[in-house]
């Protein structure tokens, strides 16, 4: 039988998650541990209740909503994503990837659908990066890939820790118990928009995703010395901002002679001081993105930034420092759920296509502890990470619709 998706209700509840913002619609922010967070979990803590799921929060507010199967033996199959959202952004990323999975659940238990798997639906404490300067918070301690010491210590711009910030939104315990083991999942399946073009533009309804690049995020740090515009003559000046300027510039011209084809490199980043137009820069700050789905490709990027880094600074006279902010490897998706979401969509009568998600998600955490794959639905001119950040309607029942069979697939 065919899972009947209620799409008014979906958009409704969509529409209604984007009210906890602390900007007004159409843009939504949410950052993690917020009033308008804090908010946006109770409604999503309503909606599992409604949904007879079994809901528990682990230390750093991971939620975990699950739907129990006849066979307590055999591992869970896992769903989910997540609801902050950076300043002035949309109100489809993540949150596709959360209230989705609840209407999949709901269309599975009207047509009298019982798993022998439990299905978990996970909603991961702070994706983005934008509280702490680090994107996937919930799902690297889910992992193992973040020590819970560094994590507690972590601090806003005001520094204030992550510890404070999850004490007072009433998550507490040791950040060590929040770690799954290996195996915790049988599968993990993340429903997304692409934010991209690619769906769109070739009028497919369904990617799945077969890889994940993942980033290293650099901070290089050049020191000079400053004086004034007018007094330093040029022969004299050892100008930070000009050896940062030439830092960028080799970002490019390395990814695009080292890096494999979807290899991308960005200096995101670019602080300056003291930031005044008549004094010469003495220190400059750059924070570089680089990903690529090929490991050892990316590597060989950031050894030659490296060198490039050190030559720079001394051709130039200037102190430098290279920090890495982060390093994680790309994520293989599961074959077998690959196919999975391709039969579901054949059942379900749409198009489907494999592709590489560029962006990374928790999936890549998540892969570490499972088998992962990810869902995409085309979202309007690839737009994210800002307010006319749209999916259609039938796209989202397309998404909502596969998720559902792929899930049922996955847990009978």
């Known amino acids: 039988m065919k899972p009947a998706i209620d799409l008014p209700r979906l958009l409704a509840e969509i529409d209604a998650l984007a009210l906890h913002s602390e900007t007004p619609p159409p843009a939504v922010t949410r950052l993690v541990f917020s009033p308008e967070d804090r908010a946006a979990r109770a409604t999503l803590n309503n909606l599992f209740d409604q949904a007879g799921l079994v809901v528990r929060t682990d230390a750093v507010g991971n939620t975990f909503a699950r739907w129990p199967g006849t066979d307590p033996n055999r591992p869970a199959v896992a769903t989910g994503s997540h609801i902050d959202a950076i300043p002035n952004a949309g109100k489809f990323d993540g949150v596709v990837g959360v209230l989705g999975p609840i209407e999949a659940i709901r269309a599975l238990q009207a047509i009298g659908f019982q798993p022998a798997a439990s299905i978990d ?21 889910l992992s193992g890939r973040l020590d819970p010491a560094r994590a507690d210590a972590l601090a806003d711009r005001n520094g204030k820790t992550l510890a404070a910030w999850r004490t007072e939104a009433g998550f507490s315990g040791d950040l060590a118990s929040v770690r799954l083991p290996q195996g915790a999942y049988g599968a993990f399946v993340e429903l997304h928009i692409e934010q991209g073009p690619l769906l769109e533009r070739d009028g497919i309804a369904i990617g799945a995703v077969e890889k994940i690049a993942a980033p290293a995020a650099l901070r290089v740090r050049l020191e000079g010395e400053g004086g004034h515009a007018g007094a330093v003559l040029m022969p004299d000046r050892r100008d930070a901002s000009l050896g940062a300027a030439e830092v960028a510039l080799a970002v490019e011209r390395l990814v695009t002679s080292l890096g494999s084809p979807d290899g991308v490199g ?44 050190e030559a720079i600074a001394t051709r130039r006279k ?3 420092s290279i920090e890495t902010i982060n390093s994680d490897p790309p ?11 391709e039969a579901s969509a054949a059942e379900e009568g749409v198009s489907c296509r494999r ?42 029942r397309d998404g909502v619709a596969v998720l559902a069979r792929t899930l049922a697939r996955l847990a009978s």
Do not use: W
């Open 266 to 309: 960005t200096s995101g980043v670019f602080t300056i001081r003291p930031g005044a137009i008549n004094s010469v820069p003495f220190e400059a700050v750059l924070e570089i993105d680089l990903r690529d789905t090929d490991h050892a490709a990316r590597q060989a990027v950031e050894e030659a930034l490296r060198r490039e880094v």
């Open 318 to 320: 200037l102190r430098f």
């Open 355 to 396: 592709m590489i998600s560029r962006a990374y998600h928790d999936s890549l955490f998540m892969a570490l502890l499972a088998p992962i794959t990810m869902i995409f639905i085309p979202c309007r001119n690839g737009y994210s990470h800002r307010p006319d950040e749209h999916t259609a309607p039938e796209a989202l």
């Open 331 to 341: 994520a293989l998706a599961d074959p077998g759920l690959v196919s999975a979401i």
């Open 121 to 141: 639906i996970i909603l991961f404490t702070s994706e983005e990066p934008t509280r702490f300067g680090l994107g996937c918070l919930g799902s690297r301690l």
